[in-house]
């Protein structure tokens, strides 16, 4: 029997399912007409009741689709659908639910094959604009390494700008289905890593070597970094409640 919380609703649930709950109704919002760009989300409580589930879940929704682009929160003002793409639609969700089937190793050798150029890429074609963003997010990296949710949606807000950055927009695509995999996964052990210092220092690595339009520079920063991820991540458990989960289905 599912368990009911002091506000009544519902917990039995996968943390993983609550989150896609609220992926797919922004996304039916949107797909709607209902949510245009620049347009606010309802507030948090509202939008949480709505859905019957608690501001937790929903904040955890709602990292996921910052981390994606296709939300931007904005300090005392509120979440905003993003201007810009990527818009979410079905398909997207169902590549990324394919992509949940891949094995780590596969997933490492495609961001390893992609990343490297896309930022080499981003050295030599990425506008002020993009400079600029890359910096933010690497600053937003560095003051959040004691909350590593938040970390880690600026981590992969980072892997994004690079992509569009480098302006083709058929490999930012395949980035974003990737990214979007990656962060569903590591939401599950970021809270476990003990190196989001080192990270943030490979980060500002590859961001000053794109900011000095060094294509080689960059993609050496970007290789590096993700084979000391790799070794970082194999390291990492998932918590306490996935663990329990996981062994549930055993």
Known sequence: MPTKTANNRTTGKPHSQLTMQVVEH???LIARGELRPGDRLPPERELAKKLDISRSSLRAGIGFLSAMGVLKSRHGAGTFVSDGPPALDRNSLNVLGALHGFLPWQMFEARLVLEADLAALAA???????????????????ASL?????YLIHDVRFHRTIAVAAG??????????????????????VAQSTDRKESAEMHRAIYRAIRARNPEGARDAMREHLYRARASQDMEV????EAAAKQGSN
Do not use: C, F, G
């Not at 030599?124 to 560095?142: C, F, K, Q, S």
């Not at 004691?146 to 938040?150: C, G, L």
């Open 26 to 28: 922004v996304r039916s």
């Open 124 to 142: 030599e074609r990425a506008t002020d604009e993009h400079i600029a963003a890359l910096a933010e997010e690497v600053a937003e990296m560095y």
């Open 146 to 150: 004691e909350q590593p949710q938040e």
């Open 168 to 189: 083709n927009p058929i490999l930012a695509t395949l980035m974003e289905t990737i990214t979007a995999a990656l962060y569903d996964v590591r939401s599950k052990t």
């Open 238 to 241: 998932p918590t306490n409640n």
